[in-house]
């Protein structure tokens, strides 16, 4: 009867010990995930504000600065067990890259701009819908 109680005792502390650290790791998951989609958020707020703007981007802007380091920050996560987050945040950086890169120089002049500023627009929507994509897989994510 002893020894029957015994392992009973050490299967039932196996099994809490496995499931305490599932939890554990699922809730480091969702932390993960919700730093993940309040850059996203932050990300989406800007090129909004952005988009709503009637200037153009510029290299030396402060708004240019900010997005290159929202880029660094989503190009920094890492999250090995959830590689369809990994996939649409390089479909996000990939985006904002093509953005950034439509960032004038400090004296835009001419009919160039113009043409500057509806590439910024086209690119600016399709940050925003990548962006989108992100933060459906990342809430869908979250909730399992």
């Not at 940050?127 to 459906?136: G, I």
Request: charged letters at 30%; one cysteine or more; glycine letters at 6%.
């Amino acid at each position: 009867m002893g020894l029957l109680s015994a392992a009973v005792a050490i299967t039932l502390t196996a099994v809490g010990w496995e499931l305490t650290r599932r939890l554990r790791r699922r809730d480091q998951e969702r932390a993960d995930l919700t730093e993940v989609d309040r850059l996203l958020r932050r990300l989406g707020v800007r090129i909004r504000l952005l988009d709503d703007q009637d200037d153009v981007l510029t290299t030396i802007s402060e708004d240019c600065q900010t997005l290159r380091s929202l880029k660094y920050e989503l190009s920094g996560v890492d999250l090995p067990a959830l590689p369809e987050v990994g996939t649409v945040l390089a479909t996000v950086v990939d985006r904002l890259d093509a953005f950034l890169g439509t960032a004038l120089r400090p004296h835009p002049a001419g009919t160039g701009t113009l043409t500057q500023a509806r590439q910024q627009g086209r690119a600016a929507q399709e940050v925003l819908s990548a962006v989108r994509d992100a933060q459906d897989v990342v809430g869908r994510l979250r909730v399992r």
